[in-house]
């Protein structure tokens, strides 16, 4: 009896980890079961089942374009982040440097700002500037939003560096430019690798700052914003299923790279 | 130390380093590279500069600029600003405590997003706990992974997921139908409820991912500690268990706190005319057609130094020592 009683607590724990995974799964389940739906309309229950809209999506020029546009833009972003992150990150981890702490707050701020805020202020300050909206503006809003996540990947994996191994390298005769590309960028890799995919799935995923920053051409998220909007059709269906299987493959070989290089 | 080398090898000139093959001496052996990349790797001094000045550039012009420039537009009565010169103003704040159209929604998304907060925390809470101390170890990373795969999926497309859920003729609504239970569809969309549900759907791992590293840390010696001094499940819950996974709950109540009020799509999608919330009213004054971008950047003005503070002065309160947003 006893011994039931005190298992009472771990079963209602596993119960609400198992009802947690179902609110997660549920509606993204639904979502792609119902892009097998052979009508022109979104309604429970399913009834016939084709594969049609996905041949639909895939020649969707506008589709494909919005993809190809996402793709480049995430690129671009992933370029500057990665490239600016780790620059920063070199700099607050250097020795010697004044204001360390202010300078990483400063690093930070983007990325504790909400994402409303820091969208709208994006928007003023390219007008201060005059630099039009469009892509790039977008790729500049994106690459301000993930370079703080860069830098916080890389400080953490460059505080568990020895610092002998830049020395030594130096030793043998490496100037700090060689040391740093065939010591530091290599120690570096995991930290860079699961950076750069972190700025292609923000990037891709974003809304809010291209839809302040953003032109007439739409990203994947503006073009099935547009959509749902505009009526709901199990095209979306399909494209937002396919979109979702794409980057939650990127995402687990993130998770799996990430995981494989810190053992 | 290491410089004492360096000018040993740089006295004998020309560059007399190790000999590198592939790509990488190519490089080195140019006379372009020592001439310009070898010159400032071999000084401490221009290495600093280099060091400093790109990234510091990039910190002030794209991190504090536009915070600095919205600040400052807030202030003006016009933008563009007239001819004569920019007029600088307090108008802009005036109006929005003067104007209960636009009080009010900022309140209501102050209490949302705390609602939404404390609801994220209520609800991963038992899920983290589960997933770092009950799980055994080999399976914690599947377990984790199951509750990842939605993280990858956009705003958007989650946002979309949960209308499929929610609709008058969604998921629940037809079971619901199915088994008898209504007659005519129960209005689940385009109110509170759905934006609650469709904001703690798309925050609710900042909350887990935080508490869960918190909760992995605490020794489970301590549990079996106050299990063997009589204490029961709730006792060792409140007296242990809670205190030490306190880092995990500020960071994580904070990380969901400031999403959460800057949500955009969600509401958009999810939300109807009675749950207006405060980052609507802000982009349809940028996005109207009337030009109202001083008054537009004083709200968020106004949101940033509010939500800000509010987790500045919650993080003081809960205390934790080492709290990191991330």
């Known amino acids: 009896m006893r011994h039931y009683f005190s298992d009472a607590p771990k079963t209602a724990l596993q119960a609400s980890y198992w009802v947690f995974v179902i609110y997660l799964l549920l509606p993204l389940t639904l979502m792609t079961a119902m892009s097998f739906k052979d009508a022109n309309f979104i309604a429970f229950p399913i009834g016939d089942w084709t594969l049609g809209w996905y041949a639909k999506v895939v020649q969707d020029k506008q589709f494909l374009e919005a993809s190809g546009y996402s793709i480049f833009i995430a690129l671009m972003t992933t370029i500057f982040a990665t490239i600016m992150g780790v620059w920063i990150a ?22 504790v700002v909400p994402g409303l805020i820091n969208a709208i202020s994006m928007r003023i300050f390219i007008r201060v500037l005059d630099i039009p909206t469009g892509t790039g503006a977008i790729i500049l ?41 065939r010591i530091t960028i290599p120690f570096l890799a995991p930290a860079l690798v699961g950076g750069m995919i972190f700025c292609v799935l923000t990037s891709i995923d974003d809304f809010v700052r291209t839809f302040f920053l953003g032109g007439y051409q739409p990203t994947l998220p503006m073009l099935i914003f547009a959509k749902v909007q505009g009526g709901m059709s199990p095209e979306i269906n399909a494209m937002a299923t396919l979109v979702l299987i794409v980057t939650a493959a990127v995402g687990l070989y993130a998770e799996h790279f990430t995981r494989r290089s810190r053992t | 130390m290491v410089d004492s080398s360096m000018t040993e090898t740089g006295t004998s000139a020309p560059r007399a380093g190790p000999a590198y093959a592939g790509w990488i001496g190519k490089i080195t052996n140019s006379g372009l590279y020592s001439a310009t990349v070898g010159l400032i790797a071999n000084s401490t001094r221009a290495r600093l500069i280099l060091l400093l000045a790109v990234p510091l550039t990039w910190i002030v012009v794209l991190h504090v600029g536009p915070i600095y420039q919205m600040a400052r537009i807030s202030l003006l009565d016009n933008y563009p600003p007239a001819a004569e010169g920019p007029v600088y103003t307090l108008d802009n704040y005036r109006l929005f405590f003067q104007e209960p159209l636009y009080f009010l929604p900022f309140v209501r998304s102050l209490i949302f997003a705390a609602v939404v907060t404390v609801a994220a925390l209520v609800v991963t809470y038992p899920v983290a706990y589960y997933v770092a101390k009950i799980i055994k170890p080999q399976n ?63 925050i609710a791992l900042y909350m887990l991912l935080p508490l869960y590293s918190a909760i992995e840390k605490i020794p489970p010696q301590l549990i079996d500690a106050a299990a063997d001094l009589g204490a029961g499940p709730f006792q060792r819950f409140r007296r242990v268990i809670l205190p030490l996974s306190k880092d995990g709950i500020v960071s994580g109540c904070s990380l969901v706190y400031l999403t959460s009020i800057g949500v955009f799509a969600a509401p958009l999608l999810l939300g109807g005319p009675n749950s207006v919330i405060f980052p609507e009213i802000i982009a349809s004054l940028f996005h109207g057609s009337s030009d109202k971008w001083p008054e537009g950047a004083a709200f968020s003005i106004l949101m940033l130094v509010v939500s800000l503070s509010t987790v500045g002065l919650f993080m003081r309160v809960a205390g934790g020592r080492s709290v990191r947003l991330m």
């Open chain 1, 90 to 111: 070199l700099l607050i981890s250097a020795e010697g440097i004044w204001g360390r702490a202010a300078i990483f707050a400063l690093a930070c701020l983007p990325a």
């Open chain 1, 141 to 181: 809003g994106h690459t301000v939003h993930a370079v703080p996540f860069v830098v916080i990947m890389v400080l953490t994996r460059l505080r568990s560096m020895p610092n002998n191994l830049i020395d030594a390298a130096r030793d043998l005769g490496a100037d700090s430019f060689i040391a740093f590309i």
């Open chain 2, 140 to 202: 914690r990373t599947r377990a984790l992974l199951l509750l990842l795969i939605p993280f990858w999926a956009g705003e958007i497309i989650r946002t979309f997921s949960v209308i499929m859920l929610l609709a008058n003729r969604g998921a629940v609504n037809v079971l619901l139908r199915e088994i008898g239970f209504i007659d005519r569809p129960i209005p689940l969309l385009y109110n509170y409820f759905s934006l609650g549900f469709g904001v703690i759907y798309l």
